[in-house]
């Protein structure tokens, strides 16, 4: 999520079920809907709202091959290379021995890799200053739906009746 | 939107067809004549890796490590092709033993977690621990009449202090390693395990008839007993049936190893089946979810396996203990080096390729990747428990051939026959089940 900036219409349901109804109907009239919030993840929430699937999966097995390849790269040269060292009588470059570091490693770097490309590609990273907040009760009992007005043809009185129609017990205007 | 999907029907009768039936029978009969064809090579000194040219010096081989084992194999005299029988009958009885048994296991467990997605695929698992009563048989026959082949620790003279073949070190285990003690713990395996099944089975199946949660409720008592007694009697069988083969050397992690070992193959059967049942139009109720969860748990499991197979291999390459690294020895190095292939091929079918393979979403919730791979894990632990049984065994003389083929194929005919007429017994889908609309409607996405 890049910069939302411009006029939103806010959309606020008090049911999961009927926000995940709402969804198709409203997509199918033409509204393009940016975002969803909820207090907890809805099943088949993704798929209706047409998000393309992550593919932090692909990172995660990037991160996780850099991970595997440096805790070898460091163990053979600093054990094996660099400073030959004989420990329990095995040779300087035993692989059985560095298995369990190389899976630490391994580990760590998809974990730390994948928390970072998350901040990143979401914008929540330390130095973004700019947290969006369409209605604070959805991170409590209501669902929100978050309508950007500069991405949509529709007029606003249209797509306000359709949120209404939907079951959307409020519908607020939101400028940022 | 697991409401929007339309369940289909979970009135559905497993037809264990009389072609399927033929099948197997061909299957049997084609094991049953590799069998004969592999007893006739070996026994005329062909087919093995043993064969007569280098025959003399592969037994002065064999001599040198087992000397150096501590097993001095006095009284060794049975011909090695009849060896090679009994072993292969006990690695396929453990190891198929192992399979039925997770059947009942899975059940167990999913029972105590009060789990609600296996419901609709239940059956499968609850079929398979009906093969053990086959199994039981086979091992007690083994053991009976081919017991001096298989286990060192049978001889006699092991126990004769001031005898020449007396063993101070395996004469410290005879309060466990016994005759009469081990048959009793054998039979007194089959009998609980297959008891349990029983009292688990019949509660299911008088579910699916009167309905109502008291079954359920039961069934988890029950369940949650045999997770007790299996927690003692998985680590105890593992020592009986595969580590007291190596009698002088132990492990405290194998009775996790052998668990492990059958836990991933017990779950690639029941994946497998409930993937091959979808292709006959079967369990149309599993959805993606659930053969996701399946694929899930193969793959997770294989890296279990392959976790405790390291950290056993870790520790005692670690600590280079001589009576404890000689097992490794035997199978590196020992024999000519013949079991260094099986060894490595066990570890690449078990960890590397399931590994690779179920790693992405999609390949866990496609047939066809579900196939190759659970086969992969099917057969990879079928060469683990060969890699474990055979060099203590038939050592040198072992071999792959006709004969390990042909049981191996006898087996799993025979256990696709149990499978087949228990899962036509019953409606395919626990229709009464408490949990079966929460199983319905298993959604991941």
């Given at each position: 999520?890049?910069?939302?900036?411009?006029?939103?219409?806010?959309?606020?349901?008090?049911?999961?079920?009927?926000?995940?109804?709402?969804?198709?109907?409203?997509?199918?009239?033409?509204v393009?809907?940016?975002?969803?919030?909820?207090?907890?993840?809805?099943?088949?929430?993704?798929?209706?709202?047409?998000?393309?699937?992550?593919r932090?999966?692909?990172?995660?097995?990037?991160?996780?091959?850099?991970?595997c390849?440096?805790?070898?790269?460091?163990?053979?040269?600093?054990?094996?290379?660099?400073?030959?060292?004989?420990?329990?009588?095995?040779?300087?470059?035993?692989?059985?021995?560095?298995?369990?570091?190389?899976?630490?490693?391994?580990?760590l770097?998809?974990?730390?890799?994948?928390?970072?490309?998350?901040?990143?590609?979401?914008?929540?990273?330390p130095?973004?200053?700019?947290?969006?907040?369409?209605?604070?009760?959805?991170?409590?009992?209501?669902?929100?739906?978050?309508?950007?007005?500069?991405?949509?043809?529709?007029?606003?009185?249209?797509?306000?009746?359709?949120?209404?129609?939907?079951?959307?017990?409020?519908?607020?205007?939101?400028?940022? | 939107m697991?409401?929007?999907?339309?369940?289909?029907?979970?009135?559905?009768?497993?037809?264990?067809?009389?072609?399927?039936?033929?099948?197997?029978?061909?299957?049997?009969?084609?094991?049953?004549?590799?069998?004969?064809?592999?007893?006739?090579?070996?026994?005329?000194?062909?087919?093995?890796?043993?064969?007569?040219?280098h025959?003399?010096?592969?037994?002065?081989?064999?001599?040198a490590?087992?000397?150096?084992?501590?097993?001095?194999?006095?009284?060794?005299?049975?011909a090695?092709?009849?060896?090679?029988?009994?072993?292969?009958?006990?690695?396929?009885?453990?190891y198929?033993?192992?399979?039925?048994?997770?059947?009942?296991?899975?059940?167990?467990?999913?029972?105590?977690?009060?789990?609600?997605?296996?419901?609709?695929?239940?059956?499968?698992?609850?079929?398979?621990?009906?093969?053990?009563?086959?199994?039981g048989?086979?091992?007690?026959?083994t053991?009976v009449?081919?017991?001096?082949?298989?286990?060192?620790w049978?001889?006699?003279?092991?126990?004769?202090?001031?005898?020449?073949?007396y063993?101070?070190?395996?004469?410290?285990?005879?309060?466990y390693?016994?005759?009469?003690?081990?048959l009793?713990?054998?039979?007194?395996?089959?009998?609980?395990?297959?008891?349990?099944?029983?009292?688990?089975?019949n509660?299911?199946?008088?579910?699916?008839?009167?309905?109502?949660?008291e079954?359920?409720?039961?069934?988890?008592?029950?369940?949650?007993?045999?997770?007790?007694?299996?927690?003692?009697?998985?680590?105890?069988?593992?020592?009986?049936?595969?580590?007291?083969?190596?009698?002088?050397?132990?492990?405290?992690?194998?009775?996790?190893?052998?668990?492990?070992?059958?836990?991933?193959?017990?779950?690639?059967?029941?994946?497998?089946t409930?993937?091959m049942?979808?292709?006959?139009?079967?369990?149309?109720?599993?959805?993606?979810?659930?053969?996701r969860d399946?694929?899930?748990?193969?793959?997770?499991?294989?890296?279990f396996?392959?976790?405790?197979?390291?950290?056993?291999?870790?520790?005692?390459?670690?600590a280079?203990?001589?009576?404890?690294?000689?097992y490794?020895?035997?199978?590196?190095?020992?024999?000519?080096?013949?079991?260094?292939?099986?060894?490595?091929?066990?570890?690449?079918?078990?960890?590397?390729?399931?590994?690779?393979?179920?790693?992405?979403r999609?390949?866990k919730?496609?047939?066809?990747?579900?196939?190759?791979?659970?086969?992969?894990?099917?057969?990879?632990?079928?060469?683990?428990?060969?890699?474990?049984?055979?060099?203590?065994t038939?050592?040198?003389?072992?071999?792959?051939?006709?004969?390990?083929?042909?049981f191996?194929?006898?087996f799993?005919?025979?256990?696709?026959?149990?499978?087949?007429?228990?899962?036509?017994?019953?409606?395919?889908?626990?229709?009464?089940?408490?949990?079966?609309?929460?199983?319905?409607?298993?959604?991941?996405?």
């Amino acid at each position: 999520m890049a910069e939302l900036t411009g006029k939103y219409l806010v959309g606020v349901y008090d049911d999961d079920d009927t926000v995940l109804h709402a969804v198709p109907k409203l997509r199918k009239s033409g509204v393009k809907i940016e975002e969803v919030y909820s207090p907890f993840p809805i099943h088949g929430l993704d798929e209706a709202l047409g998000h393309p699937r992550t593919r932090i999966g692909i990172a995660a097995f990037m991160f996780g091959v850099t991970g595997c390849c440096c805790a070898l790269t460091l163990m053979i040269w600093t054990m094996g290379i660099d400073w030959p060292m004989i420990i329990g009588g095995k040779d300087p470059i035993s692989i059985p021995n560095y298995i369990p570091i190389t899976f630490e490693l391994t580990v760590l770097f998809t974990a730390f890799g994948m928390v970072t490309t998350f901040f990143i590609s979401n914008g929540m990273g330390p130095a973004s200053h700019f947290h969006p907040r369409f209605d604070f009760r959805s991170t409590d009992n209501k669902f929100v739906m978050a309508i950007n007005m500069g991405s949509n043809a529709m007029s606003e009185d249209e797509i306000s009746r359709a949120l209404r129609d939907s079951g959307a017990e409020e519908v607020n205007i939101k400028q940022f | 939107m697991a409401s929007a999907h339309s369940i289909p029907s979970i009135e559905e009768r497993f037809e264990f067809t009389s072609g399927a039936k033929r099948n197997l029978m061909i299957g049997g009969a084609v094991g049953l004549a590799l069998v004969l064809v592999g007893a006739y090579l070996a026994a005329n000194g062909g087919g093995g890796h043993e064969v007569a040219a280098h025959g003399a010096e592969a037994a002065g081989h064999a001599g040198a490590e087992h000397a150096a084992a501590g097993h001095e194999a006095a009284g060794h005299h049975t011909a090695g092709w009849i060896k090679r029988i009994w072993a292969n009958l006990w690695v396929n009885g453990v190891y198929f033993t192992g399979i039925s048994v997770i059947g009942l296991f899975f059940i167990s467990y999913n029972y105590l977690a009060q789990a609600g997605w296996s419901a609709v695929f239940k059956r499968v698992p609850e079929a398979m621990p009906a093969f053990l009563p086959f199994t039981g048989v086979i091992m007690l026959l083994t053991f009976v009449f081919g017991g001096h082949d298989l286990f060192h620790w049978t001889h006699a003279g092991l126990y004769e202090v001031g005898g020449p073949e007396y063993d101070p070190i395996i004469a410290g285990k005879q309060g466990y390693l016994n005759t009469p003690f081990f048959l009793g713990r054998l039979v007194f395996y089959f009998v609980v395990w297959y008891w349990l099944w029983k009292v688990i089975r019949n509660l299911s199946l008088q579910e699916d008839e009167i309905g109502g949660t008291e079954f359920y409720e039961k069934s988890i008592r029950f369940g949650t007993a045999f997770l007790v007694v299996f927690g003692v009697t998985s680590s105890t069988s593992a020592w009986d049936f595969v580590m007291s083969i190596d009698t002088h050397w132990f492990s405290t992690m194998f009775g996790w190893y052998t668990l492990a070992s059958w836990h991933v193959s017990g779950l690639a059967v029941i994946t497998l089946t409930v993937v091959m049942l979808r292709d006959r139009g079967y369990l149309r109720a599993v959805n993606k979810s659930h053969l996701r969860d399946l694929g899930k748990f193969v793959f997770a499991f294989s890296i279990f396996w392959t976790y405790v197979w390291f950290a056993q291999f870790l520790l005692i390459y670690y600590a280079n203990l001589p009576e404890e690294t000689i097992y490794f020895i035997e199978r590196f190095s020992g024999y000519e080096g013949y079991y260094k292939a099986p060894f490595f091929i066990t570890l690449f079918l078990n960890f590397f390729f399931p590994f690779l393979v179920l790693m992405t979403r999609d390949s866990k919730y496609t047939p066809s990747i579900l196939k190759v791979a659970c086969w992969s894990v099917i057969i990879g632990h079928y060469m683990d428990f060969y890699t474990n049984i055979m060099p203590g065994t038939v050592g040198s003389e072992a071999s792959f051939g006709p004969l390990e083929w042909g049981f191996f194929l006898i087996f799993i005919c025979a256990f696709t026959w149990s499978v087949a007429s228990q899962l036509s017994k019953a409606n395919l889908i626990p229709r009464n089940h408490p949990m079966l609309e929460e199983s319905l409607h298993h959604d991941i996405a």
